[in-house]
T-cell receptor, first 114, second 112 residues
Framework: EPEVTQTPSHQVTQMGQEVILRCVPISNHLYFYWYRQILGQKVEFLVSFYNNEISEKSEIFDDQFSVERPDGSNFTLKIRSTKLEDSAMYFC????????????FGPGTRLLVL | EDKVVQSPLSLVVHEGDTVTLNCSYEVTNFRSLLWYKQEKKAPTFLFMLTSSGIEKKSGRLSSILDKKELSSILNITATQTGDSAIYLCAVGKETSGSRLTFGEGTQLTVNP
C-alpha cells in the first residue's frame, strides 16, 4: 500500500540554524500539507500546497517557513532560522483531490532545537 | 475560530469492554469529519464522515456523524490491548485544499 515517507526521522539543530524537512507524498496525490505537533499538544496545520503554490497557510507559517516541491516527488519544509519553540513533530500529509478528502500522514520528523 | 473538542481526554478500560469516544465541532463551511488513530507517531486514517446518520464500520470500530448536533462518536467494541492509542478527530472544510482542524485527542488505554 502506498504511503507518505519523511526524512529524517529525527533532527537536532542549534537555535538559528536552517533545517529542511523532506517528504515524499503518495505518487498520484495532488495536495500536500505540513502539520506540526508540539509535545503534548494538538496537531496544528501549517500549510497546504497545490499546483506549485501555497493554497492556504496558518498564522504559525510566518516568513521563517517556506515550502517547495523541487522535483516530481519531493515536498520540503524549510525553517530558515530555528527557534526553541519550533521543537515539535512535523508531519507531512497528502491528499488525492481538492476538497477535504482523506489526508494520509507520514511518520513525522521529530525536530529538537537546542 | 474553528473548534474541535473531544471527550473524554483519557479513558482506561479492560479488554473486552466497549468504548464510545465523542467529538464535537464548531466550524464554518463544514465538509467532513475524520477519525485517526495515533499510536507512536503518524495519525493513521480510520474513517471519513460527510453525511449525517450513516454509520461507517470497520471490524470492531464504527462511527457516525450528527450534523444537527455538530458531533460524531467513535465506538470500539470488544476492545483489545492493541486498541490502546490516541484517537484524533479532525474536521475539514469546503475550501479547496483546506486544512484539517484537530481536537486534542482521546488517550485510550486498554488493560489486559
Amino acid at each position: 500500500e502506498p504511503e507518505v515517507t519523511q526524512t529524517p526521522s529525527h533532527q537536532v539543530t542549534q537555535m538559528g540554524q536552517e533545517v529542511i524537512l523532506r517528504c515524499v507524498p503518495i505518487s498520484n496525490h495532488l495536495y500536500f500539507y505540513w502539520y506540526r505537533q508540539i509535545l503534548g499538544q494538538k496537531v496544528e496545520f501549517l500549510v497546504s500546497f497545490y499546483n506549485n503554490e501555497i493554497s492556504e497557510k496558518s498564522e504559525i507559517f510566518d516568513d521563517q517557513f517556506s515550502v517547495e516541491r523541487p522535483d516530481g516527488s519531493n515536498f520540503t519544509l524549510k525553517i530558515r532560522s530555528t527557534k526553541l519553540e519550533d521543537s515539535a513533530m512535523y508531519f507531512c500529509a497528502s491528499g488525492r483531490t481538492a476538497t477535504s478528502e482523506t489526508q494520509y500522514f507520514g511518520p513525522g520528523t521529530r525536530l529538537l532545537v537546542l | 475560530e474553528d473548534k474541535v473538542v473531544q471527550s473524554p481526554l483519557s479513558l482506561v478500560v479492560h479488554e473486552g469492554d466497549t468504548v464510545t469516544l465523542n467529538c464535537s465541532y464548531e466550524v464554518t463551511n463544514f465538509r467532513s469529519l475524520l477519525w485517526y488513530k495515533q499510536e507512536k507517531k503518524a495519525p493513521t486514517f480510520l474513517f471519513m464522515l460527510t453525511s449525517s446518520g450513516i454509520e461507517k464500520k470497520s471490524g470492531r470500530l464504527s462511527s457516525i456523524l450528527d450534523k444537527k448536533e455538530l458531533s460524531s462518536i467513535l465506538n470500539i467494541t470488544a476492545t483489545q490491548t492493541g486498541d490502546s492509542a490516541i484517537y484524533l478527530c479532525a474536521v475539514g472544510k469546503e475550501t479547496s485544499g483546506s486544512r484539517l482542524t484537530f481536537g486534542e485527542g482521546t488517550q485510550l488505554t486498554v488493560n489486559p
